[in-house]
């Protein structure tokens, strides 16, 4: 039987199963299982399914199973931020509460005489976004004060899924970055910071790196898929594996990760942690091998996955993306933009409303159709990809000559010659699951099917199709 491998990746709005594996250096993916992730409100806040996430992980090791494959390993990657507290037990404390909720608004304001963001960006080069996890933490340490004491343990969302499948607790390091409490150079917590904020220093545990060995599935979880395998730390940050799928022609590529969320920038040897880059806001995340994940992040497909959700709520059937895409193009002479940065759009009671209220508090043509909407949302993105490799080019002195989108927003052409467009640089779309294929890089790294991150890399451009748009 074919040597084979299991990326859990998971978004915040749907998870899949991936089987990887490789024969004369190609790669060949298959889809074993996919499922919808969602919030739910519970004691005042919108927290994630916790309970339903690791069930659906579970279940995706079965499917897996059931069809055939029995995986060497599997690593698990999901978005950043999020996080769970256990007690001594290894109990999980309180609500998982997204980062989409508003408990965060403020923090940033009152922790200011205790810790200036100036500090803060300086020693973790960690850009300012209101659901940080620091500022999550601090938001739970004045609402439930109780929770943080008795608490034994800090995982987040990946860490605690790992743990459910291998009773082995673990930090990983590309997604310990992302919390604003590790030490850009040092790479480790940073105590100074977790010390001025009152935080238990017990809680953050040793960081581990992509490629550890986490262990294997404990006895139920083996009993119940029907196999053992060794559960290996990939990018547990769905960016982190992302950038590591980007088949850049050269060094000159600006990587866009374009899901749920657009993450624009590039890899670095050393953080940017300058006064200019934080009022750009830009970020320093950890990634493979101690490269920094040089971005910005920008709001992404999340609007469009709104505004298709919702109007699928108001006729019964939502619409395809194909269906949105050409009312889109129908509409492709209407002006209206906002600011995809808006706070107003991270989890608004209706997306359609919020755009249309931005075009008009903006004094821009307010949309009047679903197609009109669809053309600012992608006006906006467009707009916003392009303001962000003017600035990452100021950041770094660099010219860059080509941009690199891998994810599912890669599928969408239209926004591609959009963004190619607006940006005046050629555009190189693939693969579309870029996220599944670096969990899978790591995995197979560490097995010795490729030798290193560049020979993965090359595979990739013999592996899948790579789309080019040219600037019109």
Known sequence: MQTCYLAVDIGASSGRHIIGTVEHGVMALHEVYRFENRLIEKNGHLCWDMEGLVQNVIEGLKAAHDAGYTPTTVGIDTWAVDFLLLDADG??????VAYRDGRTAAMREELEPILPFTKLYARTGIQYQSFNTVYQLCALKKEHPEQLAAADHFLMVP?????RLTGVMANEYTNASTTALVGAI??????????????PRKIFGRISTPGTKLGNLSSAVKDYVGFDCTVVLPATHDTGSAFLAVPARDDKAVYLSSGTWSLLGVENKDPITTPASMQANFTNEGGYEYRYRYLKNIMGLWMIQSVRRELGEQTGTRPSFPELIAAAQEASSFAGIVSTGDDRFLAPKSMIKEVKAACKDGGKPVPATTGEVMQTIYNSLSHDYQAAIQELQSLTGKEYTSINIVGGGSQDMYLNQMTANATQLPVFAGPTE?????NL?????RAGEFKDLADARASIKKSFTILECNPQ
């Open 91 to 96: 109990t999980p404390i309180g609500d998982p």
């Open 159 to 163: 860490d605690y899924l790992n743990y």
């Open 186 to 199: 040092s790479k480790d917590w940073d105590d100074e910071i977790i010390n001025r904020l009152g935080l």
């Open 434 to 438: 870029g996220t599944a294929l670096g």
């Open 441 to 445: 890089m790591v995995q197979m790294i």
